[in-house]
């Protein structure tokens, strides 16, 4: 059975910084793309950051320089640094494994910035 379990989200104030876990188990997690999306209120889920089986990297425009995101295979674990945090950047965070014909989901975990 895969399991997607997001982790770390909650409150922060405007500038602050939180780091999304995402821990995976039923896949061969090295053979995947690891994707953070999000979806806030009334908006549609967008990919926000992604990491390839050779951890090449790709970002939406609006949070480059600031989220970093990384995995570490041997745990397999994929992480999002979220740094300089705006209002914006509010939304239910949702992990993703995807491979051709294979996507897979958690749960979501919130993230509110607010002061």
């Not at 979806?39 to 970093?68: C, D, H, M, W």
């Not at 975990?109 to 002061?115: D, R």
Request: net charge positive; aromatic share 10%.
């Amino acid at each position: 059975q895969v399991q997607l379990v997001e982790s770390g989200g909650g409150l922060v104030q405007p500038g602050g910084s939180l780091r999304l876990s995402c821990a995976a188990s039923g896949i061969i997690f090295n053979i995947y793309t690891m994707v953070w999306y999000r979806q806030a209120p009334g908006k549609q889920r967008e990919l926000v950051a992604a990491i390839t089986p050779g951890s090449s990297t790709n970002y939406i425009s609006s949070v480059k320089g600031r989220f970093t995101i990384s995995r570490d295979n041997a745990k397999n674990m994929v992480y999002l640094q979220m740094n300089s945090l705006k209002p914006e950047d509010m939304a239910v965070y949702y992990c993703n494994a995807h491979k051709s014909r294979a996507d897979y989901w958690g749960q979501g975990t919130q993230v509110t910035v607010s002061s």
